[in-house]
């Protein structure tokens, strides 16, 4: 069977191309501080340069989620900008919107401003009203895999068990099958018995070995710490070239969808990509 979604009106999936969503925070904390959009102006030229581009949707997160970063703000606080974010970026693209939160209430005031789909870190583990919410209100969702116990020792069987939880979650909240993509949770894996780095690369190699989940796979890449500390580059803004590398590869290992800062490089990459892979 193959696998397929529908976000917001995009279709994803097998026999389609590898869609590509462009990643905008308006949290300062962010670790990658070249991705923050301060003001509505930047906001605004950011999604309209992301659009311009061949983005097929914006994620927009107004708290980041870097488990290395003490980067936790109050929830009306990320309401405040999560929100206000989203208003100018409805008016700025046509593009489905995404609001990256594991927090229901400010999942449920950015569908009110204008989000379609919740990107969920915590694959509905965080905040137990989030599913129930996301089967109301929302047109899609993306659930993650991330840790919840230290010393894991097999990055594919891990993360198998925790997004067929999410998906679970997201059954027997009466989501349908065909709104849910999955996230295996790059760089959100710090404990595991396997240093993060290897973690993460050997997750990647072996994203193949998630398609019995049977549902499309988005994967973020964009300029992550593993990447950092393969290639000696500390600061975020030197990562792009070994970015577009992973990005190639996830491609190749059949990713349907990249989350990405950087949405034009990211595009010819993967199209390169497509063009390589086995038919």
Same mark, same amino acid.
């Given at each position: 069977?193959?696998?397929?979604?529908?976000?917001?009106?995009?279709?994803?999936?097998?026999?389609?191309?590898?869609?590509?969503?462009?990643?905008?925070?308006?949290?300062?904390?962010?670790?990658?501080?070249?991705?923050?959009?301060?003001?509505?102006?930047?906001?605004?030229?950011?999604?309209?340069? =992301?659009?311009?581009?061949?983005?097929?949707?914006?994620?927009?997160?107004?708290?980041?989620?870097?488990?290395?970063?003490?980067?936790?703000?109050?929830?009306?606080?990320?309401?405040?900008?999560?929100?206000?974010?989203?208003?100018?970026?409805?008016?700025?693209?046509?593009?489905?919107?995404?609001?990256?939160?594991?927090?229901?209430?400010?999942?449920?005031?950015? =569908?009110?401003?204008?989000?379609?789909?919740?990107?969920?870190?915590?694959?509905?583990?965080?905040? $137990?009203?989030?599913?129930?919410?996301?089967?109301?209100?929302?047109?899609?969702?993306?659930? =993650?895999?991330?840790?919840?116990?230290?010393?894991?020792?097999? $990055?594919?069987?891990?993360?198998?068990?925790?997004?067929?939880?999410?998906?679970?979650?997201?059954?027997?909240?009466?989501?349908?099958?065909?709104?849910?993509?999955?996230?295996?949770?790059?760089?959100?894996?710090?404990?595991?018995?396997?240093?993060?780095?290897?973690?993460?690369?050997?997750?990647?190699?072996?994203?193949?070995?998630?398609? $019995?989940?049977?549902?499309? =796979?988005?994967?973020?890449?964009?300029?992550?710490?593993?990447?950092?500390?393969?290639?000696?580059?500390?600061?975020?803004?030197?990562?792009? $070239?070994?970015?577009?590398?992973?990005?190639?590869?996830?491609?190749?290992?059949?990713?349907?969808?990249?989350?990405?800062?950087?949405?034009?490089?990211?595009?010819?990459?993967?199209?390169?990509?497509?063009?390589?892979?086995?038919?």
């Amino acid at each position: 069977m193959a696998a397929y979604a529908c976000l917001a009106g995009l279709e994803v999936g097998d026999g389609y191309p590898v869609r590509l969503v462009g990643a905008i925070n308006v949290s300062p904390e962010s670790f990658y501080r070249e991705s923050v959009a301060a003001g509505e102006e930047a906001l605004r030229s950011r999604a309209e340069q =992301m659009a311009a581009e061949g983005a097929d949707m914006i994620d927009v997160g107004a708290m980041s989620t870097a488990p290395y970063l003490a980067t936790a703000i109050s929830e009306a606080e990320e309401t405040r900008r999560l929100t206000s974010a989203i208003r100018v970026l409805r008016q700025a693209v046509a593009l489905p919107i995404s609001a990256d939160t594991t927090r229901s209430r400010v999942a449920l005031a950015a =569908m009110e401003a204008g989000a379609t789909v919740i990107n969920d870190v915590s694959g509905f583990r965080g905040d $137990p009203a989030m599913a129930d919410l996301a089967a109301r209100r929302a047109d899609g969702v993306v659930l =993650m895999a991330s840790e919840t116990a230290a010393g894991a020792t097999d $990055p594919v069987r891990t993360v198998l068990d925790l997004l067929r939880r999410s998906c679970a979650a997201a059954d027997v909240a009466g989501i349908p099958k065909d709104r849910v993509v999955l996230d295996p949770g790059i760089g959100f894996f710090r404990r595991a018995a396997l240093s993060w780095e290897v973690w993460d690369c050997e997750l990647l190699r072996r994203l193949a070995e998630l398609r $019995p989940l049977n549902r499309p =796979m988005l994967i973020g890449l964009s300029r992550k710490s593993f990447i950092g500390k393969i290639l000696g580059r500390p600061d975020p803004i030197d990562r792009l $070239p070994g970015s577009l590398a992973a990005t190639a590869v996830a491609v190749l290992n059949g990713v349907h969808i990249i989350r990405t800062h950087d949405v034009g490089p990211t595009r010819d990459a993967i199209r390169m990509a497509e063009a390589l892979r086995p038919a």
